[in-house]
């Protein structure tokens, strides 16, 4: 079976750039739209992972091969911040992760409690912001699983990730991390033995899920962010003067790039070195030096 395992709809919430965050959407496509493209594109089961906000089931509740997820924004006792992919939820845990995400410690323990499945995702991206070396301390010990293929990051950022999960021994997950029609389904899950939603999901969490699809590059993203200004204009005609703004959109995504791949290779090299700090033998070296 396979499952795209990071897909966003309209219910993603209002853009975080700050000239942007007021009259943009994270993302513009119809949760049915995205469940049929999913089936087109030959996904056995369909799940959409929205920030923070389940409100997508409401589209989709319906469908027999549909469970909900959802992507959850996190702060890390280090203060930083991280996008955890929540996946086969109920609309009351939903309550309750939005209650405990300010607080790692208590979400992790209450996710565990509930014997939910879930994911960091893109943690060698600044999409989220900075990162602490005790970020990647918190990623081996608490995460049962790491997102080691995500459609919109890049190869590097992806390679890094995978060496993460094999080298802590976690599970690896892919999606697309659509915002975009045009991307929705290009990478994914699969769990080659699985015939129904437990079966995939366990075996995921067993670690016999493989990812599968597209990495990132500079030209999906422009693609999709030219997508998303053009919804929003479409949207919200008196935005169209903002939209015009595309003619820098080569531009910004180049420079993204550049941050992004200097981002994962500054973080990549940190995470070996506290490797090595440490030895075999996790927690032997204090923190402190490695941050040094």
């Known amino acids: 079976m396979r499952c795209d395992l990071h897909v966003h709809t309209r219910h993603s919430g209002m853009c975080t750039i700050p000239v942007l965050r007021r009259v943009c959407r994270e993302s513009y496509n119809d949760p049915l739209a995205v469940y049929e493209k999913l089936k087109r594109l030959g996904m056995d089961l369909v799940t959409v ?102 459609g919109h990051m890049l190869g590097c950022a992806n390679r890094n990730a995978a060496g993460l999960a094999d080298w802590a021994g976690l599970a690896e997950v892919g999606g697309s991390d659509a915002h975009a029609m045009g991307s929705v389904g290009c990478t994914y899950t699969v769990a080659p033995r699985a015939r129904s939603k437990q079966e995939f ?29 053009r919804s929003m204009a479409i949207e919200n005609p008196w935005t169209a003067p903002v939209a015009a703004l595309g003619v820098a959109v080569p531009a910004v995504i180049l420079g993204n790039y550049i941050i992004e791949s200097v981002f994962a290779r500054w973080w990549m090299a940190r995470y070996l070195r506290l490797r090595a700090l440490r030895g075999a033998g996790r927690g032997a070296t204090p923190i402190a030096e490695v941050a040094a």
């Not at 016999?208 to 030219?226: H, I, N, S």
């Open 201 to 229: 999901l366990h075996a995921v969490r067993l670690g016999q899920g493989r990812v599968r699809g597209e990495t990132g590059g500079v030209w999906k993203l422009m693609r999709d962010v030219l997508s998303i200004g």
């Open 49 to 150: 992972t929205d920030h923070d906000s389940i409100d997508a089931a409401e589209a989709l509740r319906s469908k027999p091969d549909f469970f909900l997820s959802e992507e959850v924004t996190c702060k890390l006792p280090s203060g930083t911040e991280m996008h955890i992919g929540v996946y086969d939820i109920t609309e009351r845990d939903h309550v309750e992760l939005q209650g405990r995400r300010h607080d790692f410690e208590s979400l992790a323990h209450w996710m565990d409690g509930r014997g939910l499945f879930f994911s960091a995702n893109h943690v060698f991206s600044s999409l989220t912001g900075r990162r602490t070396p005790e970020d990647f301390l918190l990623f081996e010990s608490d995460f049962p699983a790491i997102e080691t293929r995500n």
